[in-house]
């Protein structure tokens, strides 16, 4: 099993910034990917960003250039850093991972795992 505990949430003024941290813990064995998605209010849920373990970096349109998204591997944790925030950025915000674990000598996955979630309202 995986943990995923996410933190940095809040309410924040257009054209602000916040940062969200996502903390993976458990028997993991390796963390392929990690990122962020978000639901907001009528909508379905979206990917944000994804990093690989490679570094690579993935973002939907609409935060390119605003949001960022690091990874700290040894510590198994993910970053998103969110600039000039806007009201429509407003929404829960979801920490996944796709991980194997080896719990006793067996392994199993990956699976995907999620955080449960962490609201950011950006109010005009």
């Known amino acids: 099993q995986v943990q995923l505990v996410e933190s940095g949430g809040g309410l924040v003024q257009a054209g602000g910034s916040l940062r969200l941290s996502c903390a993976a813990s458990g028997s993991i064995f390796s963390i392929n990917h990690m990122g962020w998605y978000r639901r907001a209010p009528g909508k379905q849920r979206e990917l944000v960003a994804v990093i690989s373990s490679g570094g690579s970096t993935n973002y939907t349109d609409s935060v390119k250039g605003r949001f960022t998204i690091s990874r700290h591997g040894a510590k198994n944790t993910v970053y998103l850093q969110m600039n000039s925030l806007k009201p429509e950025d407003t929404a829960v915000y979801y920490c996944?991972?796709?991980?194997?674990?080896?719990?006793?000598?067996?392994?199993?996955?990956?699976?995907?795992?999620w955080g449960q979630g962490t609201q950011v309202t950006v109010s005009s």
């Open positions: 996944n991972s796709r991980a194997e674990t080896v719990v006793a000598g067996i392994w199993s996955g990956p699976y995907d795992y």
